[in-house]
């Protein structure tokens, strides 16, 4: 028997992009799986996805941004499948735009979303996993959550949070037999740049949003890439997961040997102009 036949599985922001991409992976694995996601209409389009291949599955509406929501989904979800297996934390928003140009409630609204939806997630199912003992958990982080460019400072804040927080789970809960992968994604053709906020212009002050989209779903990796690779963290248990590593990997490696150099690198194409050119935007 494989390591997901007959698990139970959960994953938030189910119903787009790398969360649908994951729920249909595991469901061809052998799990039955829930999704959640905050937009009723995606829920019911991919669980039909789902049942039509044969598969066990559930969609729940559910805010992540809001505890009351998250631990009343886990209420719910416990009493309807009884346990968890593999938690995904997925559900997640886009942003992009100069430290200057986000607002305070842009911020709120991305960690809301990326970062207290991930803690208050977990919050409400490790427990659970504790008193089983066993379960797995992969955290949709990003690799904007392990190396920095300019004007994505809250995007990045988000994901270097649950970076963190996922590093400090995957020690913290190894001794209750859970173990903790962070899956970390470079460009995806996903509809995160349409749903997202995005705060670059170009010089006549237009806003860049399309190119970005444009650029997003023409070079962007298939969701089913990145949901083969969070299927591959969970199975070997490796805790940091960058996919395709071509899109960041070897920023990563200069970064940990040179932080100074990698910022001056970057400094340098931002003041430039050249690292924002292929989406037409300004520095
Ligand atoms: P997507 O927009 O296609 O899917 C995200 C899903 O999450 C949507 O269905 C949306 O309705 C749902 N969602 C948003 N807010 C929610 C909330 N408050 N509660 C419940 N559901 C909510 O985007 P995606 O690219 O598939 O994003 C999934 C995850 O992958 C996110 O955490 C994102 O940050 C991360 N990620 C994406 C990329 C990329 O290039 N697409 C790269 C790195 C990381």
Same mark, same amino acid.
């Given at each position: 028997m494989g390591f997901f036949e007959g698990k139970t599985a959960i994953v938030t922001g /189910? /119903?787009?992009g790398i969360g649908r991409a994951l729920a249909h992976a595991l469901g061809d694995a052998g799990c039955r799986v829930a999704i959640t996601d905050i937009v009723p209409e995606r829920i019911g389009q991919v669980v039909e996805e789902l049942k039509s291949k044969g598969f066990k599955a559930r969609g729940y509406r559910v805010d992540h941004s809001r505890w009351d929501e998250v631990s009343k989904f886990a209420e719910r979800f416990l009493s309807d499948w /009884?346990?968890?297996d593999i938690l995904c934390s997925n559900a997640g928003v886009g942003m992009g735009g100069r430290f200057v140009e986000t607002s305070l409630e842009d911020w709120e609204w991305v960690l809301g979303i990326n970062l207290w939806g991930c803690i208050y997630t977990l919050h409400a199912f490790v427990p659970h996993m504790i008193e089983r003992r066993s379960g797995s958990i992969l955290i949709t982080a990003s690799d904007a959550g392990l190396v920095s460019i300019p004007g994505m400072a809250a995007y990045q804040t988000s994901k270097y949070g649950v970076v963190g927080l996922g590093e400090t789970l995957r020690m913290e809960l190894y001794e209750h037999g859970i173990k903790v992968s962070l899956l970390c994604p470079g460009f995806? #053709?996903? #509809?995160i740049i349409r749903n997202g906020r995005i705060y670059l212009y170009n010089s006549q002050g237009r806003s860049t949003k399309p190119e970005i989209e444009r650029f997003y779903a023409t070079k962007g990796v298939d969701p089913s890439v990145v949901a083969a690779a969070g299927l591959k963290a969970l199975e070997r248990d490796i805790g940091i997961m960058l996919v395709p590593w071509s899109h960041s990997g070897p920023q990563y490696v200069l970064k940990r040997i040179s932080p100074q150099l990698y910022h001056a690198l970057f400094r340098f194409l931002w003041r430039k102009g050249i690292l924002h050119r292929f989406f037409g935007a300004r520095p």
């Open positions: /189910g /119903g787009s /009884g346990h968890v995806i #053709n996903t #509809n």
